[in-house]
């Protein structure tokens, strides 16, 4: 598996295309869904990277098939905004990161902070 896929709103498509990732836009719920469907169908292999809140929304049976595609393994996307009391987005993405790779990264200007 080789290849990450973002399903994303339309206005950050254009940045993940720029950092040479496949992004696909969706206005909406439905329209995320479709996309998912067409790569289930198709057996499509990679990552999926999926925007919270359009994962959030997707129909409970859909959900469940795309946890036992084993050939496209998903994780949300922070979106916007708090996600609980004082968990910026930047932390979030930052954690989801760390897990991946195993590095704890932070942005300009911000304090370095052990993550547990």
């Known amino acids: 598996m080789s290849r990450l896929l973002i399903l994303t709103r339309p206005t950050l498509v254009h940045g ?4 040479g990732v496949d992004a696909y836009a969706a206005e909406n719920v439905e329209e995320a869904q479709e ?20 994962l959030s929304q997707l129909e409970p049976g859909l959900k469940l098939r795309l946890g036992a595609a084993a050939h496209l393994p998903y994780l949300a996307i ?12 930047r932390r979030r993405i930052a954690e989801t990161i760390r897990r ?5 990264i932070t942005f ?9």
Request: aromatic letters at 6%; glycine letters at 16%.
């Open 16 to 19: 993940f295309h720029l950092a």
């Open 35 to 54: 996309l998912i469907e067409g790569w289930l169908e198709s057996s499509e292999e990679g990552l999926l990277g999926i925007d919270e809140n359009l």
């Open 78 to 89: 922070p979106s916007t905004g708090e996600s609980g009391p004082g968990i910026s987005r």
């Open 100 to 104: 991946a790779i195993g590095f704890h």
């Open 108 to 116: 300009k200007g911000e304090e370095t902070e052990v993550i547990e």
